[in-house]
């Protein structure tokens, strides 16, 4: 399977601190993390890492930040000849603050009007389309050139060129902001009845395309079985969360090439956003394949009940994926309107 990801790269300098910074302070930083970014960038080095044939289709500056941006994607055998260099701006830059103490990230996005992508001539033909929507007419020309190609949106600013590719695409992995911006409607957690009203109406306006909305450390929102489910978090001890989403869209795309059901899917991405975290950065905190498939398979073993005893009364539960506890305890979980 050949991926062509189209969108937005930039160049991250994060720099943990003790706390959130106060105003009219000088602070002395310690530390850095330098590395590119960026949604599309990001799901790109992912798969090429995960050894996916992927192609980048993006937009850097003539300087040095671009040619570490470039670097770094043939490191993963990312094929670069798609990406195009302008003159005349600066390779997007992104100031990260992290906040020690629980995770948090302060983003700083430097950039002028992103350029446009000009190289719409692909001498190959993908089988699955990953874009961001940074560049409607990119995406625009790409699903129109390979109407064969699956397609996938990271959606997740609720804005209308995005609004308008949702309409095209087999797959809309989006954002809590997105689902309730797109919906007028909001999720609260201690009501399930909310989550299955969102997610209704969001299928409702897109009814041609599988769903998934992020829901950061609460997981993931999505169908299987012709059932609404929630796929709870990781428990991990979050030490930056930048790119975790980036991370968990890579991922996604990775079992959709692969021709990963749902269910394992989600599994996966949730695992491997959820792995990330618990390092600082996005590309270097991006876990290996066999860390997130040995993550896998331990939870698999876990939640698969014991065989039941013929001597014994009563059996074991007939619907292993029902729920058994509240959310954020099992591995998945039936959301019903309650």
């Known amino acids: 399977m050949k ?5 937005h790269t930039s160049y991250d300098i994060s720099c943990p601190i003790d706390n959130y910074p106060i105003e009219n302070v000088k602070y002395r930083l310690q530390e850095s993390v330098k590395a590119g970014g960026g949604p599309a960038g990001n799901a790109a080095y992912l798969l090429g890492k995960w050894g996916i044939d992927t192609v980048i289709s993006t937009v850097v500056g003539s300087d040095d930040y671009g040619e570490k941006i470039k ?25 990260i603050l992290i906040n020690k103490s629980n995770g948090s990230r302060t983003i700083f996005n430097l950039e002028s009007d992103l350029a446009p992508i000009k190289k719409f001539n692909f001498d190959f033909t993908p089988d699955i389309i990953f874009t961001d929507g940074h560049d ?3 995406t625009q020309n790409a699903i129109s050139k390979f109407p064969n190609a699956i397609r996938i949106i990271d959606a997740g600013r609720p804005v209308q060129e995005i609004l308008e590719l949702c309409k095209y695409m087999n797959y809309i992995v989006c954002s809590k902001e997105f ?12 009501r399930p009845g909310t989550l299955v009203d969102v997610y209704s109406k969001l299928q409702a306006k897109y009814p041609n395309a599988n769903i998934v909305v992020t829901l950061e450390a609460k997981g993931a929102l999505y169908v299987y079985n012709n059932e609404i489910r929630i796929m709870p978090g990781l428990k991990v001890e979050a030490k930056d969360t930048t790119g975790a989403g980036d991370i968990f869209h890579g991922a996604f795309t990775y ?20 792995l990330s975290v618990e390092k ?7 876990p290996a394949l066999s860390e997130v498939l040995d993550y896998y398979a331990k939870k698999q073993q876990a939640n698969t009940p014991p065989n039941p005893d013929p001597n014994q009364a009563g059996g074991t539960n007939p619907n292993p994926q029902a729920p058994q506890a509240p959310v954020n305890n099992n591995p998945q979980q039936n959301v019903s309107n309650q």
């Open 136 to 138: 409607y007419g990119a």
């Open 3 to 7: 991926v062509l990801c189209i969108g």
């Open 179 to 190: 689902a309730e911006t797109v919906t007028g409607a909001k999720m609260d957690f201690d």
């Open 255 to 274: 079992g959709i090439a692969n021709g990963f059901d749902m269910e394992k899917t989600v599994t996966l991405a949730n695992i491997a956003g959820g």
């Open 71 to 95: 670097k770094e994607f043939q490191g993963v055998n990312v094929q670069t000849s798609y990406i195009e260099t302008t003159y005349e701006r600066t390779t997007s830059l992104s100031f």
């Open 280 to 286: 600082v950065g996005s590309r270097l905190s991006m």
